[in-house]
């Protein structure tokens, strides 16, 4: 089992930076993917991003790429989403995942573990 929660959400205007934090416990962390989905009101779940459980392979959605930078950390048992550039269309609930000894995938049915979710606000 293993739980997730994310932190780093919050309120910023257009132009500006987050960073998103999951912190894990349970399983080892290093033995899963980690992806990071959003979903805005009235909206399907979205990608954003994923990395594999070694880090050594990233992967983006195309909206996201070079404005975001997914990253983890498995000493200190956390993953992390660096989101710069921010638009308006970027507010939504973000999700980060967990995926067991996967090297990450586009599709949130490929997830085992979520967390409960951090709202961004990005204003205009």
């Known amino acids: 089992q293993v739980q997730l929660v994310e932190s780093g959400g919050g309120l910023v205007q257009a132009g500006g930076s987050l960073r998103l934090s999951c912190a894990a416990s349970g399983r080892t962390f290093s033995s899963y993917a980690m992806g990071w989905f959003r979903q805005a009101p009235g909206k399907e779940r979205e990608f954003v991003a994923a990395i594999s459980w070694t880090g050594g392979s990233t992967y983006y959605a195309d909206s996201m790429k070079g404005r975001f930078t997914i990253s983890r950390d498995n000493a200190k048992n956390t993953g992390y989403l660096q989101m710069n550039s921010l638009k308006p269309e970027d507010t939504a609930v973000y999700y980060c995942?967990?995926?067991?000894?996967?090297?990450?995938?586009?599709?949130?049915?490929?997830?085992?573990?979520w967390g409960q979710g951090t709202q961004v606000t990005v204003s205009s």
């Open positions: 995942a967990a995926q067991l000894m996967g090297f990450g995938s586009r599709s949130y049915r490929d997830y085992d573990y």
